[in-house]
């Protein structure tokens, strides 16, 4: 542009000085016409550069205008996206002060329960002190009157035997109620520890949401494998005389608090199981993964007897649960939860076979809201590493995808897989992890896992 200026004031200049100079010619000379004919071309040539200049800086310009206008849109948009992303940000900080809120709500109300129960603790031992002595008096009472009697068999017992009975059964009936309370306080604690572990999962998944990064510094434990505790080693354990056939069936006899339970179905030693109490009904839990804390890349001869920690992570056994499905028709309760802290389930209608047929497993979709991923009147064989009763070909299914299960072909779902967190592993390795895979539709990486059973017929037991 500054060019084009100089060039403009420079010819008038220029075309003036011409005409002085032809003007000072004809004074001392004759006039010559060709100078003014160069001059003239001269102003042409100029011109005609002038003009192609200026359609240079016109398409130069035009292309300036476009390059900004690209440039304001990105703009736009990055603002746009920066806008959504900080209104994200809020809405996970308020929920995550939310969190914090009623966790320090759920642990004071912790604390009183608590505090409740060890008074009522205290109560009871005063009561059974008491309960005690009035024993040990109404013992001697009744020593006493058993004498009267030989001694004078017509004289009847006093009033004040009779009302003494009468308020040492008021007391006990006393202490009973007492003890259905504690009992119930308990549960309510246990119900209140349970909530508060499930809102401190939460606020750490929150904050691994917020610094991803920190979860690739994150080292996994070594997996480890632990014995299933023997029932007879433990007094708090309660036992009954006719031992029950699952857990339905400890429910319908008053049980009512979630835990370990001895059961004897019909044709089998007793054993050990986890039972998950309800409100209305009670499930006998074969699987259960939580953290990756027990590798179930296990043999065969686990699979069959079963592995992990009944309180924790663990496998029950694949003859156990045979033993008890093998009582009556039962339902398979299949609970999930995502790396998004999703929850979803699934049931079948189920039927299991013996060792001799591999124990081959028969489904029948009923009910759920995750899509199926279990092929449906289909008999599949469980399967292993070491174990192979789906294919004869040179790769072995259980050892390319890592744990035992149900397999039809490889690639299904897998429940029994290594525990991998994808969000600090690669693609190809999470194929060998935990998921879901129906038919149609997106695989599901799975977090958590629970299987669980129970009676079709509740009242099968009765």
Not at 188 to 202: P, R, S, T, V
Request: with cysteine.
């Amino acid at each position: 542009m500054k060019i084009a200026f100089v060039l403009l004031f420079t010819v008038p200049f220029a075309i003036s000085s011409t005409i002085d100079k032809d003007h000072s010619s004809f004074d001392s000379a004759s006039p010559e016409p060709k100078p003014r004919f160069a001059m003239l071309d001269d102003v042409r040539i100029l011109a005609t550069g002038l003009l192609q200049l200026g359609h240079g800086l016109k398409d130069f310009v035009h292309k300036t205008k476009r390059q900004m206008n690209d440039i304001l849109q990105k703009l736009n948009i990055f603002d746009k996206s920066f806008y959504e992303l900080s209104l994200q940000t809020n809405e996970i900080k308020v929920e995550e002060e939310e969190l914090r809120k009623t966790t320090f709500r759920l642990q004071a109300n912790n604390e009183e329960i608590r505090n409740i129960s060890l008074e009522l603790n205290s109560k009871i031992e005063d009561l059974l002190q008491h309960k005690t002595k009035l024993q040990e008096k109404i013992g001697g009472l009744e020593e006493k009157v058993i004498k009267l009697v030989h001694i004078q068999p017509e004289i009847h017992e006093s009033k004040e035997m009779t009302s003494l009975k009468n308020f040492a059964q008021q007391q006990d009936n006393h202490i009973k109620q007492l003890l259905k309370v504690v009992q119930e306080q308990h549960a309510q604690l246990d119900k209140q520890h349970n909530q508060i572990k499930e809102l401190e999962e939460k606020l750490s998944n929150t904050s691994l949401q917020r610094n991803p990064e920190s979860s690739f510094s994150l080292k996994q434990s070594e997996p480890k494998i632990i014995p299933l505790p023997l029932r007879n080693s433990t007094a708090a354990l309660q036992e009954f005389k006719d031992v029950a056939g699952d857990c339905t069936d400890l429910y319908k006899r008053g049980e009512r608090v979630s835990g370990i339970y001895s059961i004897k179905p019909n044709g089998s030693e007793a054993f050990n199981v986890y039972c998950e109490m309800k409100s209305d009904s009670s499930w006998t839990v074969i699987q259960n993964r939580v953290d990756g804390s027990l590798d179930f890349n296990q043999t065969w001869q686990s699979y069959t007897n079963g592995f992990g920690d009944l309180n924790g992570e663990f496998w029950l056994g694949l003859e156990k649960i045979y033993s008890i499905a093998n009582q009556a028709d039962y339902i398979l309760h299949i609970e999930l939860k995502d790396w998004k802290d999703n929850k979803r389930y699934i049931e079948y209608t189920f039927t299991l076979g013996s060792s001799e047929t591999n124990y081959t497993l028969h489904l029948s979709e009923i009910s759920g809201n995750i899509p199926n991923a279990l092929p449906e009147r289909t008999n599949l064989r469980f399967s292993m590493m070491d174990h192979d009763n789906i294919t004869k070909r040179d790769f072995n299914c259980p050892q390319r995808y890592s744990g035992g299960w149900w397999h039809r072909a490889c690639g299904e779902t897998n429940l029994n897989g290594k525990y991998i967190n994808p969000r600090s592993e690669g693609k190809p390795e999470r194929r060998r992890g935990i998921y879901w895979k129906p038919q149609k539709g997106r695989v599901y990486l799975i977090k958590s896992t629970k299987l669980m059973i129970q009676p079709m017929d509740l009242d099968s037991f009765e």
